[in-house]
C-alpha cells in the first residue's frame, strides 16, 4: 500500500511509531481498523493535502486494505484522504493497552542501541531477586541484567566455577601444546 500523507500526519505516524515501539505498518493497520469501527456522525474531512505529499509504502493485510476501500468509496473519496483524516483523528488513548502497557515497561529489547538479544531462563528465587531490584531502582530487566553484568569480576563466581575455568585453561594450553608438537616440520630446500 502507499499511504500518501502530508508532512504533518506523515510526521504523526512516525511519532505513534516511536512511542509505542511499534512499526509505521502496525500503527497504520491499527488505525485503519479503528476507523472501519467507527460510526461517523458528519461527514469526513477531505484530507487535503498540507504541505508536500510523502509516499509511505506498507505492507497490509489485503482484506483489510480491501475493507478500507470500500470504506473511503462509501465517504466519497479515495483512500489517501480518507486515511489522512483518520491519522488526523486519533490519539495515543486510542491505542490498544497491551500497547500502552509496553511503552510504560520502556522495552529496552526494542533498542538499536545493542548488537545482541538473548532470552534468559530464570528460577523463582532469581526472578524475585529481579523483580526486588526493578523496584528499588525503578529500572527495566533488560537495564538491570546488563548493570549487573557491567560490574562483575572473575572472583564474584562461586569457587566451584574458578576451578572449572581454571581446568579449561589448563586443557586449552596442553591443547595447543600438543598441536605444536603434532605439527609436521616442513623443509624448504633452496636450489642455487
Known amino acids: 500500500m502507499d499511504a500518501r500523507l502530508d508532512a504533518a500526519t506523515r510526521q504523526k505516524i512516525d511519532d505513534l511509531a516511536r512511542h509505542f515501539h511499534q512499526p509505521r505498518a502496525a500503527v497504520l493497520c491499527h488505525i485503519m481498523h479503528r476507523g472501519l469501527s467507527r460510526e461517523h456522525l458528519g461527514p469526513l474531512d ?3 493535502v498540507q504541505g ?16 478500507v476501500e470500500k470504506a473511503a468509496t462509501a465517504a466519497g473519496m479515495n ?5 489522512r483524516h483518520m491519522v488526523r483523528q486519533i490519539t495515543i488513548t486510542d491505542f490498544p493497552a497491551s500497547w500502552q502497557e509496553a511503552r510504560s515497561e520502556k522495552r529496552s529489547q526494542d533498542s538499536r542501541t545493542y548488537g545482541t538479544r538473548f532470552m534468559l531462563w530464570l528460577d523463582d528465587p532469581s526472578q524475585t531477586k529481579l523483580r526486588q531490584l526493578i523496584t528499588q531502582f525503578g529500572a527495566s530487566k533488560a537495564e538491570m541484567i546488563r548493570q549487573l553484568i557491567a560490574q562483575a569480576e572473575p572472583e564474584d563466581f562461586p569457587p566451584s566455577w ?3 575455568a581454571a581446568v579449561l585453561r589448563g586443557q586449552q594450553v596442553q591443547n595447543k601444546a600438543m598441536r605444536h608438537v603434532q605439527e609436521p616440520r616442513r623443509s624448504c630446500a633452496v636450489w642455487k
Open 52 to 67: 508536500q505529499v510523502r509516499h509511505l509504502y506498507l505492507y497490509v493485510p489485503s482484506d483489510l486494505y480491501d475493507h
Open 162 to 164: 574458578q576451578m572449572r
Open 79 to 83: 483512500i489517501a484522504p480518507w486515511l
Open 46 to 48: 477531505q484530507g487535503d
